[in-house]
């Protein structure tokens, strides 16, 4: 199969008996006519094989299959950023091809949180499970590597509060973060990341370099701590 894209009516796909496993798979005839082809064909071969791969080494619910997955979800796909940037592939995706992988990952605690896992689009933890993983990988890998992709989804307690801003896509900004913050206390993590997002509404990121986040980060991590 190659990878197609799921129109905005496939919506109605996501359903209870999906996330719990009473409808394993829909059939060809329930999504076919609520996909559409894409430009060119983009083989799911490499893209399976990692999805077996993480339901195999890890349990369920296992925060570690994010940064097991990442970098084997997005090597596995080779798509443009305009490509990617189409939320009705990973709804494909996740609804329609792999639905179990949502399953597997996320526990179904709250219905409202568990749709968005199947549909929403972006980096936030609560997104489409496969666009969530592909993007943090496309913006933080150099290269072949996927060293910092690793070391952010390696921490919930780092990569949740990050990739919730909007700033997560400036890559020095993210290298700084990290660099900061891989090891805080999550309290200082979350503290940093919001007070940085304030600042950045008053000074153009760009404007920064890597120094200048990195010093600013370490002062906004100790906002508030009251320090012997």
Do not use: C
Not at 34 to 52: K, N, S, W, Y
Not at 175 to 187: N, T
């Amino acid at each position: 199969m190659t990878l197609r894209s799921l129109h905005p009516e496939g919506r109605r796909l996501v359903t209870p008996e999906l996330a719990d496993g009473r409808v394993e798979r829909w059939s060809e005839q329930a999504w076919l006519p609520l996909t559409r082809e894409l430009d060119r064909a983009i083989p799911l071969d490499a893209f399976d094989a990692a999805v077996d791969g993480a339901l195999v080494e890890h349990p369920a619910h296992a925060p570690a299959l994010d940064a097991w997955l990442a970098p084997r979800l997005h090597a596995s796909l080779p798509l443009t950023r305009r490509e990617a940037a189409d939320p009705g592939i990973w709804r494909f995706l996740a609804v329609v091809r792999r639905p179990e992988l949502a399953r597997h990952r996320w526990e179904n605690v709250s219905w409202a949180v568990t749709k968005q896992r199947y549909w929403s689009f972006g980096t936030r933890h609560t997104a489409n499970v496969f666009a969530r993983l592909y993007w943090v990988a496309e913006l933080t890998r150099e290269g072949a590597s996927y060293a910092l992709t690793e070391r952010v989804l390696g921490r919930p307690a780092l990569a949740t509060p990050l990739f919730a801003r909007g700033w997560s896509q400036h890559r020095p900004a993210v290298e700084a973060f990290v660099d900061v913050l891989g090891e805080a206390p999550g309290e200082d993590v979350e503290r940093a990341a919001k007070l940085l997002s304030r600042h950045l509404a008053l000074v153009p990121l760009e404007l920064l370099d890597a120094d200048e986040l990195r010093t600013l980060l370490r002062r906004f991590a100790r906002a508030g701590r009251q320090d012997p």
